[in-house]
């Protein structure tokens, strides 16, 4: 029987997908788990030069588990359960954020809560017309976490931020697209194919690099200039000890297509 996250490999891609669709692929401890270890494992294999994330079925991730939110509700201790499911959450979205590859998304349906959290984190979303974005904290009374109070404003700005958590807005896939919250919307029937070749063409580039653009596009909204200069000159240096720049640097005399090795 398959787990709640299910593991896939093409090439340099490796594919992970949120198996819970009986419940819209809504995450309990166990699976935000097994999430994070698919991640950090995908993280630390070398020969892994993109990710594919989606989820089983017609959804992406609804978010935590409301039905096992109710168990800990009834049972008393609904704070140590919150404690410990955020924290799997935080662990998860910091290992798409520091990963030194590309993590694409792959949206079939809606991503609320968590899962709004978990997509945003990922450096290439692309939906299906059906997909929606919801931040659905408000409807529980919860707080939003995963870090969609550092995604959403960041994307948007402070105004379109307020609106989608004031009102849990739902986002329909055209809307995102318009708003630079996926970066394409495909056919249902092709998202899939999309999404591997997305990655794959990910996979063929420079990941060193990769790894510090996501480094400095998260920092540049925390660092000043001076600050953030100073990082972009470490990545640079760091970019020319490595393989990726050299083979750049020939491609480009040689007038070819560069082949950039593993890192």
């Known amino acids: 029987m398959a787990g709640p996250v299910v593991t896939e490999r093409r090439g340099d891609v490796l594919k992970l997908t949120i198996n819970r669709p009986e419940r819209r692929n809504a995450l309990d401890l166990p699976s935000f788990a097994a999430l994070r270890i698919g991640l950090e494992a995908a993280a630390l294999d070398r020969s892994v030069r993109a990710v594919l994330l989606t989820g089983a079925g017609p959804a992406f991730c609804a978010g935590g588990d409301v039905a096992v939110m109710e168990e800990h509700r009834a049972a008393g201790d609904l704070p ?55 931040p659905a904290f408000p409807a529980l009374g919860a707080v939003p976490d995963g870090g969609l109070t550092y995604f959403l404003p960041h994307f948007l700005g402070l105004g379109l ?21 996926v970066h394409e919307v495909v056919p249902a029937e092709v998202l899939e194919a999309r999404g591997w070749a997305r990655a794959e063409e990910l996979a063929k580039g420079p990941t060193l690099a990769y790894g510090w653009v996501k480094r400095l596009m998260v920092s540049a909204f925390s660092e000043n200039l001076e600050g953030q200069l100073a990082l972009e000159r470490r990545g640079a240096v760091e970019a020319a000890r490595d393989k990726e720049l050299p083979e750049g640097i020939l491609a480009f005399r040689e007038k070819r297509a560069p082949r950039f090795p593993p890192p």
């Open 80 to 134: 140590k359960f919150f404690h410990d499911l955020t924290g799997e959450q935080e662990r998860s979205v910091r290992e798409i954020l520091g990963m030194r590859k590309p993590v694409v998304a792959a949206l079939p349906g809606v991503a609320a809560g968590g899962g709004l959290s978990l997509a945003l984190a990922c450096d290439w979303r692309i939906a299906a017309p059906s997909a929606m974005l919801v």
């Open 161 to 181: 931020a307020q609106e989608l958590l004031f009102t849990n807005a739902r986002v329909s896939a055209e809307r995102a697209l318009s708003l630079g919250l």
